[in-house]
Every structure is written in C-alpha cells, then in structure tokens.
C-alpha cells in the first residue's frame, strides 16, 4: 500500500466557485500510483468543496445566487463581525457544504461523472490563498 501527502494551492479573487479539477488531474498524472482513493481537505473555515455540474455555468451561478438568498451578508443577527459582513455568512456556508471529499482512483483517472467537476468554493469577498491538502492511499 502507497501513501502520499500533498497540497495545491488555489488563488481566490473573491466569492465565487472554482475548478480545480484540472490541477486535480495534472497531479494525478505527475503520480506514481494507479488505483485507490484521494480524500481532499479544504484548511479554511470559510471555503470548502463541491462535486457538481461542471458542463453549463449556470449551475454555478444558481448555486450562488441560492446562498446569497439562505445566508445574508451583513444579517444584523450575526454578532461574529470581526472580519467583516460576510465573515459568519463564509462560516455558515462551510457548514452546509463540505470541506472533504474522498474520490475513487481508477487507472490514475478520478472516478466521478462525465459532468462533474471538483471545485473550491470561496465564501469571501476578498481575494485569498487557499490550500487543499491531498491524502492518496492505494496502490
């Protein structure tokens, strides 16, 4: 059984949602492995991940526009403002989303549909440096 610990980096320039499954998928061909399962693990508490729809834009602009609606910023109920209006609604987004993912390695090929795609979702306005840490086992 193989280990490897990685990490790719992503640069925000705002809200907004990600792919970054071209990175995903130049790492795999840079490893020396064939099949197992890659968990990914987003270091923030206010990103995290998504499968979805990665064929039509929309998605992701719905998916948006879906939070902007469930979590408000500058909701005058939220008292954790350190940071900013949209500091608690980054948090609360984490929440009800995920910040790991496990995907199945096959022939050193993510195993996930032909219209999905793995994205890091920023919750901030402001531009950030995100870290997604990689753990593969297998073989």
């Known amino acids: 059984m193989l280990q490897i610990f990685?990490?790719?980096?992503?640069?925000?320039?705002?809200?907004?949602?990600?792919?970054?499954?071209?990175?995903?998928?130049?790492?795999?061909?840079?490893?020396?492995?064939?099949?197992?399962?890659?968990?990914l693990n987003i270091?923030?508490?206010?990103?995290?991940?998504l499968i979805n729809e990665n064929y039509d834009p929309?998605?992701?602009v719905d998916l948006e526009n879906f939070f902007?609606?469930?979590?408000?910023?500058?909701d005058p109920n939220?008292?954790?403002?350190?940071?900013?209006?949209?500091?608690?609604?980054?948090h609360i987004r984490t929440a009800l989303t995920q910040t790991n993912v496990c995907i199945p390695i096959k022939n050193?090929?993510?195993?996930?549909?032909?219209?999905?795609?793995?994205?890091?979702?920023?919750?901030?306005y402001q531009d950030f440096i995100r870290k997604v840490s990689l753990h593969f086992i297998g073989e």
């Open 43 to 49: 270091q923030h508490t206010s990103a995290s991940l």
């Open 68 to 74: 902007s609606r469930l979590v408000s910023d500058g």
């Open 6 to 39: 990685d990490v790719i980096i992503e640069k925000t320039s705002g809200r907004g949602i990600y792919d970054i499954t071209p990175k995903l998928k130049t790492w795999l061909l840079n490893q020396n492995f064939t099949n197992g399962l890659l968990t």
């Open 58 to 60: 929309d998605v992701l």
């Open 108 to 124: 050193r090929e993510l195993i996930i549909g032909t219209w999905q795609g793995i994205f890091l979702y920023e919750h901030r």
């Open 78 to 90: 939220f008292i954790h403002t350190t940071e900013g209006p949209d500091d608690m609604p980054a």
